[in-house]
Structure formats: C-alpha cells, structure tokens
C-alpha cells in the first residue's frame, strides 16, 4: 500500500513516521516544567475535571476552570491525539504507536491497554479467522512496520464501551474497558484503508470522517456501516453530530459541509476561511464551534459561518466549548482560556 500523508497535529504533520515508536511506549512521559503550554491535541471533561493531552505523552489536568493546570502520570511518550470521558473517573486516550490509554482516577494517572503490536496481532488473527486474503496481507504489513500507526480518535459510550480508530483504516472497540479488543475495520466501507481522523456518537448514531472524503455512517451502535456519499474528494479532519439528522464536518482548505437529512444530500457552507480546519466542538444549543491551522475559531450555526473576534491565537489544534459562550482552545503553544467574548463574532 501506498503511503500518504496525514494530519494528526500541527506540529507532527508530514513527520508521523519520522522516529522509531516501539521505545517510546515503554518509557514513562518525562515530567516537563510548563506542561500546559506544551503542544496539547485533545481535551475533555472529566466531571468538573478538564484533561488535555498531547505531544510526547503530556496528559495536564485542571480543577479550577482551566486557569491552572498539573502534569499527570503517563506510561509512554507518545504523542496522544485524543481524551474522552465516560464520568467523573472512568476515561480513555488514544494516541501514536496504536496506543489506548485508560485511567479509573479523573486522568491524574493513566495506564496502557492497547498498542501496534497487539493491533497488528489482532488484525492477523482476525484475517486469519474470517479468511480475507486482503486483510491478512495488510495485517501481515503492520506486523512487519512494527506499532508505527497512530489512533486519532475515540467515542466512550459508557465506563466500559470505547471505540477507536486511526490511520490506515484502522477500528477497534472494547466492551469490558480495554481488557479485550475486537478488530472493527471490515465492518467499515473502507476497501482502500484510507485514514480515519475523527468519530462521534450521538445514541446510537456513530459517524466517521476521514481521508479523500471519506464519511460513514452507522444507525445501530455501529453494528453496521455506510458510506456517506459527498461532492468533494477532500479529507475531513474532524465532524460533529448537531441533531441525529444533521451532520457537519470540515477538513481541507476550510471546506465545510452540512447535512440536514443524515447524510443523503450536502450543502458546502461559505468558509471564510481557506486554512484547514482540524478540530471542532459542539455548544449545548446544538451550534458548532471549528479550529483551524491559521488559528481562527470559528461559529457555525445553520448554513453560517462566521470567524470570531479573538486576540491573535497560535495555529490550533482542539477547542471545547465551556459553560456560556466561553471556549478552551488548544494551540501548539498550549491550552488557551477565552473568555465569554469569543462567542461574538466579526460583522
């Protein structure tokens, strides 16, 4: 299979298989005196709690608001790119080398449960079982690359339920809290293996983006797949679920498109942005707030998108939407506090 190139940050773009990953899932994050300014990927709610993660296996945890933050205990070094929460105590991270990281405690400590090289195990066996010459050859593949594939993002559907996925095609999922994992990937309309850059759930909708356009749908807890067909051939970063009708995801040069029927038919909103666009978060009233390279935040309600009067922000990387119209942006410089005047836009 051919190689491509793929967007897991800013900072790690064109340079994901520069290094060697095995070492780096065996070495513990280094503790580093500024952690919440390092480059940070993905952010969540733990209860009261917020966890960011990022670059080098830096996980930072704040109590009070986003307004300081503690360095947590991370097993490896890896870059993480993604956070998710079932409650209060009970989360789950992804990252590089095929890593999935669980903590029972609100993220102050993590431990690993997945990596490449039992992915790549599993993805033989299953080949092996289900006897798809394609799949095994590609299996056979990950194990001769050895745990350089990184997991991009995640859904936690309960304390117990995760489901991931990555580059190469790459899904799994865990229904006893990552003490077992199911390999996903043919359940997927994806015969090319193409990248998988976000996924969101919404009940039992749960919907994918990923590389040259690719989008899927599942109605039934992601039982089953199928593929969203759009008038665009760009990748997708990044995708949020407004309604169990409507559908918004947003990736390459600031290409934006919504679905207002589950995916039958597409309107490309007016971007007035031509940066990719790599993150995005949903406000509590259903509108869509997006991040882009050329560090805009930017307001989507409906068919609207508008660019938010903000100070000067570094290229993002995450964006969660906080109580009001506050935000917590993530950047390469760290985690960002914007206070209720984000929410306003430019005329």
């Not at 503790?31 to 670059?55: C, D, K, M, N």
């Not at 992601?222 to 169990?244: C, D, N, V, W």
Request: net charge positive.
């Amino acid at each position: 299979m051919k190689r491509r190139t793929f967007v897991v940050s800013l900072s790690t773009c064109g340079s994901a298989w520069a290094s060697p990953v095995s070492p780096a899932l065996d070495r513990r994050a280094l503790t580093v005196q500024a952690p919440s300014r390092s480059v940070l990927l993905g952010v969540a709610r733990a209860g009261g709690r917020f966890v960011a993660v990022g670059e080098r296996g830096i996980a930072v945890i704040s109590d009070d608001g986003c307004r300081t933050w503690q360095q947590a205990q991370v097993p490896v070094s890896v870059s993480l790119t993604a956070v998710a929460f079932a409650d209060d105590r009970r989360g789950y991270a992804t990252g590089h080398g095929g890593t999935v990281l669980g903590t029972t405690d609100g993220g102050l400590t993590w431990k690993r449960l997945l990596d490449g090289r039992v992915i790549a195990a599993k993805m033989q066996e299953t080949a092996m079982r289900e006897g798809d010459a394609a799949q095994r050859q590609a299996a056979d593949r990950m194990v001769a690359d050895g745990p350089d594939k990184p997991l991009l993002d995640l859904v936690v559907s309960s304390p117990t339920d995760v489901f991931v996925v990555g580059a190469y095609g790459i899904a799994l999922a865990t229904a006893d809290g990552g003490n077992t994992w199911s390999v996903r990937s043919s359940l997927l309309d994806n015969p090319k293996g193409l990248h998988l850059y976000a996924v969101r759930r919404r009940g039992q909708i749960i919907a994918i983006a990923g590389e040259q356009g690719l989008l899927l749908r599942s109605d039934d807890g992601g039982l089953s797949f199928r593929r969203l067909s759009l008038p665009y051939q760009g990748s997708f970063f990044t995708l949020e679920l407004p309604s169990a009708r409507e559908v918004i995801t947003a990736g390459m040069r600031g290409n934006v498109w919504r679905s207002a029927d589950a995916g039958s038919t597409w309107q490309q909103l007016p971007s007035p942005s031509g940066a990719a666009i790599v993150a995005s978060g949903l406000r509590a009233d259903g509108s869509v707030v997006l991040a882009s390279q050329a560090g805009q935040l930017i307001s989507s309600t409906g068919a609207s998108l508008e660019v938010m009067k903000l100070p000067p922000l570094p290229p993002l990387t995450g964006v969660l939407p906080l109580t009001g119209e506050a935000l917590l942006a993530l950047s390469v410089e760290g985690a960002h506090l914007l206070p209720p005047l984000a929410g306003k836009t430019t005329s």
